[in-house]
């Protein structure tokens, strides 16, 4: 059950990475990351329950706050052409 | 199955940042690389590795990494030189590398017949001398927990010689990205 909900997951990721490469404009490939990240959260969730171990719910919700940093640093970068 | 979808990943992300001419699109996907690598390492069982490849990976490399983009340029300065090189590319020279590099793979993928299973707990490498690590770090070093035993006492060398390298490296990144004092 998990583990074909976790193989849905990750194929749904394959999507993602041929925009993220694909992508025509910088915001697709972000903005494909950004839903890489997302996966990652809800992928390691279910490893944890396959796995038994359901205190990487923790880990994954950790995950979920530091997703954004690299989406903030580039759209500081787009906006101002820097990072000072 | 999944680790084989992942680790196919990690392979299409590798080549694609290498074939990217726009070095802001290679910073991102290099993101996607330490979030899929994150999900290897969770599969392996070692979380801690996992945390700290997308905490590191995928947060700050990142940062550093488009702060270091708007020190210098982000594209080539023109295609023209990777033009001539693919149109010269089917002279004797590459066919050798291309028969080098086969043969170099060939001999790397045949070391690796003999090597124990994706994480099999029988390989020797757990045999060695982790036994010992793990029964007996309270009696010879006094430390409760084992990784710290292990990090601070048994390879203590060794961590001071990484403490050494991360410790340059950050005095180094700062004195390259420090702002420019406004006159």
Redesign the interface.
Known sequence: MF?IA??VI??A??LV?YR??KGPR?YD??L??NV??TK?VV??AL?GYI?ERPH?LD?AL??AI??F??TI??LK?RQT???? | ??DF??LF?LV??AI?AIRMK?L??TV??L??YS??M??VW??M?A?DV??TE??VG???T??LL??A???TQRGEENGQRSQVRVQGSLNAHSIISLIVVFVTGAVLVYGTLDMPDYGDPNAPSHHHVAPRYIKEPLEESGVINMVTALLANYRGYDTLGETTVIFTSGISVILLLR?KIQQ
């Open positions: 583990n976790a193989t990750v194929l990721a394959a990475i993220a490469i910088i490939r972000v494909a990351v890489i990240g990652t992928l390691l490893i796995y990487f880990i950790v995950y530091i997703n940093i690299a640093a580039f970068y052409g820097g990072l000072d | 199955m999944i979808i992942l990943f299409i992300c694609a726009d802001l699109s991102i996907i993101g996607a979030l899929i994150a999900v969770t599969r069982n979380v996992a945390f997308a905490s995928a947060g700050i990142t940062v488009i702060a983009l708007s020190r702002r």
